[in-house]
């Protein structure tokens, strides 16, 4: 019997029972988290000591020029909570959860799920220019991973928690399940498995549930009016222009995070105080214009209804974009995802007075989810993002159009995302590719060596070692199967068998060629044996499980009877296959007329 399409067993149901509480919890965690950022915003701005309902923004501060000094004080307390009680607060979050996952075997420490949310609140309620939901994923997948490493789970199933208490807390901040479980899928599961898929979905739909029960209001984030029509030509269009600018737009965000990072890093200063240097640019910036600080919820709702005027764009834009990469590279605590859709729905709403084919309400949608999508290099998220936030699902096609041309502008010019950059500069680079695995494709019998040379059971050692293991014919082997006078498999014989049978017979002071020992006598273990007809990703796991470096082909009707050999060195073959469909280039219909 082949294998199934999914390598999937019973576990994945008791994986999926943890994935309830790890939403519960991390449905808690967002609410806890946006309820610190309204606290610290009264504190910091309003000089009250109160948990607003929802998120305040500072815009209405009577603080005058001493706004400056507020984001610097929030700079200098994230930067004290950085230095002495964990760096891996530092930055937006997500980087250190891919980081988590591909090289800390999913562990993260308690410090980190109480110091991140706390860290992020007293940045975004000083004025920081961020979202909360980087801090939200990192701490939800904190959440998870704590979970986990309370039960006993391989290092694959604490992955699966931690992005399930991911995308829960992106899930219950945003009201958006489905695209939390995308954003997992795209960019933190680096897999498509039910045994991940499944769970997270789970976690993400439990959190989702529960907004609701917690204080949080179950309508869109941003309502808008919903067009009853499907855009026409003209509009479809002018998607593709708004995703070429978008795709423009984040690749200079991009740049301008990591080249404030690079000028920060060269500073005669440690990087505690970086955080307070970059809130004093922060307070300027909200000084000149008050709308960029914070979360900016309220802003991207107007935006998204074209409410602001033409004039005050420009200017909100620039400084929004200048303060929150100064504050981004200078390492303080807070997320992307806000500051990217505030830009993005800013341009669509700068393009809405020049593109035709449009209303005032449309391009910033588009220009908000194409600038998302292709900075965090997550177009799906960014398709289904903007649609759960406003659920205007007629505009599903321009989604589509902006945020893959935006996308692919990207992924052609950049190297990185916004996300993994960080990653890669820590000597860490990600392929975030998904494509089928070359050794899925072929089976051991597509790449086995047919002809194998097999030793029988009776010859005596003195021959084997002369006509198989000294011998000019054979001598490149490093073992042969053992085979009964039947053509049964026995087993298989190798040097280092051959060796410590020497060993052993020398310090006996018995002769080793004696015809008594014969190749029988060498079998050292049962024979490892592969079936003719699994996938060549099967041998290689056997091969590694087992710590052998070839395995024996057999087939299901005779298992017994040897049918050939697999070496790692066969598995490139699969590999070499898939290189060569990439790279070879070949015309099977020729046009008439047209030669060669």
């Not at 501060?61 to 004080?73: D, E, K, N």
């Not at 609140?121 to 979202?131: E, L, N, Q, T």
């Not at 993400?204 to 907004?211: D, G, Q, W, Y």
């Not at 406003?390 to 041309?405: C, E, F, G, Q």
Request: proline letters at 6%; aromatic letters at 6%; hydrophobic letters at 50%.
């Amino acid at each position: 019997m082949a294998e199934a399409d999914f390598t999937t067993d019973r576990r994945l149901l008791w994986l999926s029972l943890l994935a309830l509480p790890v939403g519960v919890v991390c449905a808690g965690m967002a609410w806890l988290l946006l309820r610190l950022i309204g606290l610290f915003t009264n504190i910091f701005f309003y000089q009250r000591f109160a948990i607003p309902d929802g998120i305040l923004t500072p815009a209405g501060s009577t603080l005058g020029p001493w706004m400056i000094a507020v984001p610097a004080l929030g700079g200098l307390l994230v930067g004290l909570m950085a230095r002495y009680g964990s760096e891996r607060i530092r930055g937006h979050g997500i980087p250190e959860a891919i980081e988590a996952i591909l090289i800390g075997r999913s562990r993260m420490s308690p410090r980190v799920a109480v110091l991140k949310p706390l860290s992020s609140a007293i940045s975004i309620g000083s004025g920081g220019p961020f979202g909360a939901e980087g801090p939200i994923i990192m701490t939800g997948g904190a959440c998870g991973s704590l979970i986990a490493q309370a039960i006993h789970l391989t290092a694959a199933e604490r992955k699966t928690l931690l992005v399930a208490g991911a995308a829960g807390g992106m899930s219950a901040t945003f009201g958006t399940p489905v695209a939390a479980v995308l954003l997992a899928i795209e960019l933190l599961l680096f897999e498509w498995k039910p045994r991940s898929l499944v769970p997270v979905a789970l976690a993400s739909a439990v959190a989702a549930l529960l907004r609701p029960w917690i204080g949080m209001d179950a309508s869109p984030l941003f309502p808008v009016a919903v067009h009853t029509t499907d855009p026409g030509f003209t509009a479809l269009l002018g998607a593709v222009v708004v995703g070429l600018i978008a795709g423009c737009a984040a690749l200079l965000l991009t740049r301008a995070v990591y080249g404030t990072e690079d000028l920060f890093s060269r500073l005669p200063i440690h990087w505690m105080w970086w955080p307070a240097l970059g809130g004093v640019a922060v307070g300027i910036g909200g000084w000149i214009e008050p709308r960029a600080l914070g979360v900016g919820y309220g802003l991207i709702g107007q935006l998204l209804q074209g409410q602001h005027p033409t004039g005050s764009l420009v200017l909100l834009l620039v400084v929004k974009a200048s303060i929150w990469a100064i504050a981004l590279g200078s390492g303080t605590s807070g997320g992307v995802l806000a500051p990217l859709l505030i830009v993005g729905s800013a341009l669509g709403a700068l393009e809405a007075g020049v593109l035709p084919g449009g209303d005032a309400a449309l391009w910033p949608l588009l220009s908000m989810a194409a600038v998302m999508g292709a900075a965090m290099r997550a177009p799906l998220t960014g398709v289904v993002f903007a649609l759960e936030l406003t659920h205007d699902v007629r505009l599903l096609l321009p989604l589509l159009i902006a945020v893959m041309v935006a996308y692919g502008l990207n992924v052609l010019f950049m190297r990185h995302s916004i996300l993994t950059e960080k990653v890669a500069r820590r000597g860490h680079p990600i392929s975030s590719e998904y494509a089928l695995d070359p050794l899925e494709r072929l089976n051991t019998r597509d790449v086995m060596t047919a002809d194998v040379i097999a030793v029988p059971a009776s010859l005596p050692v003195k021959a084997l070692l002369r006509d198989y293991f000294l011998g000019t014919a054979h001598h490149r082997h490093q073992g042969y199967p053992v085979v009964a006078e039947n053509g049964e498999l026995l087993g298989i014989v190798t040097r280092s068998d051959l060796l410590d049978e020497w060993i052993a017979a020398r310090d006996a002071g018995h002769e080793l060629e004696s015809e008594a020992v014969i190749a029988f006598d060498l079998i050292r273990r049962p024979p490892i044996t592969i079936f003719d007809d699994e996938p060549c990703r099967a041998a290689a796991e056997r091969m590694a499980q087992s710590h052998v470096g070839r395995l024996l082909v057999v087939s299901r009707k005779a298992p017994k009877k040897l049918t050939g050999v697999i070496t790692r060195s066969d598995l490139l073959k699969a590999r070499a296959r898939a290189v060569d469909e990439e790279t070879s280039r070949e015309r099977f219909i020729r046009l008439p007329g047209r030669a060669g």
